[in-house]
Structure formats: C-alpha cells, structure tokens
C-alpha cells in the first residue's frame, strides 16, 4: 500500500498540524532593537502588537520614536520589527518559525507539500536531503580530526532552529558495517551536545516504508508498506487512544515498576517522581508517526534484576538474538547472546558510558504495528514493553548520554506491575 498524492498531501496537513507551526515571538528582533534603542522598546511592542500603525500615533505615547529609529526597524535585521506593506506600517511582535525539515529522495513530494504547508501558515522551512549512504561516506572520507570538530554553522543550526520535521532517513539499517570501529567512536562528545542543545525544538519523527529497508530486514517491501502505514492511520484511531490512556492512567504517581516473564525476566525499575508521557495524537506533543505508546523516564540508578530479548536491533549494526541483559545499581553490568553480541559491545563502545544506564520505559498501544526490526513501529506493538539504553533527559530523566536505543519485549507471556497492583498480564491490559 502506497499513499497516493494526495493522501501525502492530506498527512502533510495532518503533521503541520501536529506541530502546530507557525510563527513565535520576535525576541531577537525586540532584543536587538531594546539594546540598541533602549527598553522602551518592549513597551512599545506590547502596546502596539501586531497592529497597524503610524509614526505619528506612536510618537504620542513614545516620542523616543524618531523618524531615523522608525526606518532602522523595518530592517530585516530586526526582523522586521516594523514591516511596511501597500502603504501600511504593522508592529510584527511575532515572526515566522524556522522549521527544518530533514528527508530522503523517496518522500520528496510528501517533504516539499508539508514546505508549502509551512509556508501558508507563515513559518520559514529549510530542507536538507540525508540517507544512509551519505552517512556512510562521512565517516568513510572524513578525518578523524574533523570528526570530532564542531563546526560553528552547526552551533547556529542548533541555535535558530524552532522544530523539526524528519523522516526517518536511515534506509540501509546496517549502514555502519565495513566502516573503522574507531572512527564510530569518534564525535560521541558532539552527539551529546547535539542532545542537550536542541531539546528545545519540537520535533517529529516520520517513518517511511524503504524497499532497501525491508529487505535487510528480510520482509517483503509490499508488507512493509502496508504495515507502517496501516500503523500510521491507527495513531489517530480511539481504540489506541484507549490502551494508552488506561497505561496514562495506570502510571500516574506511581513509584515502582515490575517486570516479570516466564522465560525468567525479572527487572525493577524506580519512576517515582518521573512524569508519565505519551505520543497520543489528539495531545499537545507528538514526537513519533506511526505513534501509540506511553512512557516514562526510570530513576536512573534504579535498575535492578534481568530481562531477556528473543531480538533486538543494534542501531546501524545489525540484531542480535537471544540476549540476556543484567542490571545492578541502574548501569548495565553484563549481557550475553546468542547470537551477533559483538553488535551491542560495539554500540556501547560507540557512545558515552552512560548509555549504559536505562533511559525509558515504554508501553506499545498500537494494534496495526507488528514486528519488522524498524524500531519505530515495533516499539508501538500493542502488547509489548521496551527498554530503551542512554539519553532521557528530553523527557524528564537525568541521563544526558550520547545515544538511546529501544529494545521491544513481546509480553503475551509476561506480567506487569504498578507499585505491586497488575497492569498487563499476557500482553493485555488488566480490567479495572
């Protein structure tokens, strides 16, 4: 299943929309014109917000304002501050939003409609092409001097940018194999300035169905596509909403989570005082599409016990099957696997060390996603839980590590407890 024109046109107004772009204070401008002109200026534009205006009217309750200072601030510089238009002057207290927009060449026409969506609600979109074989070629001809410079168009890029829209652009899920291990590890230091920096941006991550990505994954491209996009519709579908507001519910307050599984999984998490969050389509924060979980950031010096993972996606790596993961003192203390271990050692020597602590606890309420190895998807399956490695501070955890990497628990035979009370037994929510 593929989305026709305009059902890309129509899912383009469904994520403007979800993002609610549009325009934002014009701080820099006031700022530099308060610096420049004196604080006056703020009292002017509260007054005169977005209003249409003379000189002459606003010389009466600011007669700071002279003729030079009047023409300086229709400057772009400032904004403008004052933009002149068939004759008229308005205060312009509020400017567009700059809202990048990262894609790959198979869904440029969905990237380029949701620019003119953009465009209509009077933001600035700015658009940038990445796949996985420009990734792979960065590290492949770049110094390893280079890799770890932080180069100061990126510091900006950081800096002014208000969100972001990205589809998911990584299409060969393995693109790290052949490349040095020690170049991987070189840059973990920007990676986590790059976290910390840009957790002011509202973002989205969009899923995209790539052939090349289905077959390393092994599935058919056709079953692929109807999956993720059959997930898509069900993020905005009642019967979602419904299992992750039972999970919302069920978490708030609460301090103390419990895994168990008869394959002898039995980890305990700490979440008192973190703050349950979910992806829940009719909320005011989407950060996933398909979306349908509900989450939280575990306290992170908490973990303790064993889970097991029949198959988990080493990002860029490959998976690796069988794993037995062990906790102690809320670090990672030893895994072992079945099969491809060396795909996890290498991730964990790729990043920080504090990837090594748990980061999210994650709940699947997805009925239409079902198990591909895109992470994306698979962590929305109805009936599952994942655990996520590293970085959480972008939703109420401590932990500002490099990296975050979700593995997805299948709990048709498993249980789940909330402070001791049953939540999910056997994938399913319990009955109140």
Known sequence: MD????????????IVSIMNV??????????????????????????????????????????QMTKGIWEELKSPLFGPFLWSNEGKTKVLDRV???????????????ARRIMDECRKKGAHPMWMLRDSLLLKESYATSTKQALEELPQFQINLWKNVDKLI?????????WKTGIDPKKLRLGTDIAELYRKNTQ????????????????????????????????????????????????????????????EHEDGTDLVLSVKGRKPMWDHTGSEKVNNLPSGEVFVAPVENSAEGKIFFEKIN??????VEGLWLEFRNGKLDLFKAKKNGEFLK?????????????????????????????ILTDEKIFGTIHIALG????????????????????????????DEKLVMEKGLPVKR
């Open 22 to 63: 549009g325009k934002k204070k014009n701080t820099h401008g006031i700022n530099k014109a308060k610096k420049k002109f004196g604080s006056w200026i703020s009292d002017f534009a509260e007054k005169f917000s977005e209003k249409h205006v003379t000189l002459k009217v606003v010389r009466k309750s600011f007669p």
């Open 314 to 319: 080493v990002l860029g790596h490959g998976f």
């Open 96 to 110: 567009g939003e700059t809202v990048l927009i990262q894609y790959h060449n198979e869904n440029e026409f969905i």
């Open 391 to 418: 970085f959480n501070v972008e939703f109420g955890g401590k932990n500002n590590a490099s990296g975050h990497m979700d593995m997805v628990k299948d709990m048709s035979n498993g249980k789940m407890f909330f």
């Open 346 to 374: 290498a991730w964990l020597a790729e990043n920080t060390p504090s990837t090594r602590i748990p980061g999210e606890l994650g709940i699947g309420c997805n009925k239409s996603a079902r198990y591909s190895g895109f």
């Open 200 to 259: 002011k941006w509202d973002w989205l991550l969009v899923g995209w169905p790539y052939p090349k990505t289905a077959e390393v994954f092994g599935v058919k491209p056709e079953w692929f596509s109807d999956m993720l996009f059959e997930a898509l519709e069900a993020s905005f579908s009642k019967e979602t909403h419904v299992a992750q507001e039972y999970y919302m519910d069920e978490l708030k307050g609460k301090s103390t989570v419990r895994i």
């Open 166 to 174: 990205q589809f998911q652009f990584v299409d060969d899920p393995f």
């Open 3 to 14: 989305l026709s024109e305009k059902q890309q046109c129509e899912l383009a107004k469904k």
